[in-house]
């Protein structure tokens, strides 16, 4: 069956969330890569303690994939009321007191939260352009075999977002416009009535700073794939944070920061100290314990790796806890 060349946004959409989509079908991200949640239960750990810091009780996880994080925080405290929304259904193996809402329309009314969307955001689909000699003009694909073709110019709202976030100097540079991403974190910052704090991470890069080329990218299976978006691997790219963080401050939040997740989780675990070698002799459990956390921490700050994702913060109706307390209402920005 031949189909008709598509903008990246809506073929994204249809390969990832149509049906039989990507992310419909089983086993479920984990498959195909490794995020911070399944790295290591210290990624838990410092959402916990983030939560903690903040004196908020309730922790909602946007796209909680198979609700690996959720899983992680419940043996880490059994206090804290959980929710995980996500447009899969909910895991067999979720305990009964962690409430699971299956949904892709938009975020519920979520009261005073800590809110978390860990690897979200690259995955809210996206158009792509490309600079001609005639000008900005969108990019289409074939959705069974990957192959682009040029399609029209953007919308006005497009240019723009382009013209604001992410300028194509050179004929043949190319771009992802973030624009659905900002809305989707707006929307994230408007569930938070009640007050409370949204943190974003993703891979992620700012306007001083954004790939000539773009980023677009897909993985299946753990490798990286050609990206064709027929509904076998998943599709994505880097997030335009700097951009989210406006979109979420005129949404009403009160307070900013954009680190990496490196300096995030040093600030809120602390060093990791390596095991005494003498309780390899007199605790070798404990010393194998402490070994593995070294090398989880490790994996969770490497660079090149998840260390430089961007961890993005902002409050609603306060400032942020400590340790990033320093965020004003303008955004700091400490990458
Ligand atoms: C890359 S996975 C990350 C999963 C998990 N947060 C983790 O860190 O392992 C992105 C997840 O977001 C979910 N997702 C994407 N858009 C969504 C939306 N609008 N509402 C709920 N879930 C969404 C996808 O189904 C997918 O499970």
Redesign the pocket.
Known sequence: MLVDPVGWREATERA??GEDGF??RDP???AH?R????ASPLFAAAVAALADSAGLRRVV??????G??LLALRALDDGLALVG????GRPRDLPDDVTW?H?????PDLGSALL?????L???PVDVVVRTEEGTRLVRVDPETGEESLGGEPSQVDLDWLDRWWPLREVGDRAEIGRPRDE?WAQAIGSLPGGGVALA?DYHHVRAGRPPTGTLTAYRAGRLVPAVPDGSC?I?SHVALDACSAAGTAAGATATVLTDQRHALSALLGEVERPRPDLARTAPADYLLGLSRGGELAELTETGGLGDFGWLLQSVGGRLPPPFMTGDREGSHRL
């Open positions: 990832l969330y992310y419909l479920g991200p984990a890569f995020t911070s949640a399944h996880d946007v796209g909680a994939g198979r690996e994080l929304v996500e447009v899969a809402l949904e892709l329309g938009g975020l978390v969307a860990n690897e979200w690259d995955n809210v989707a991470v998943d994505t």
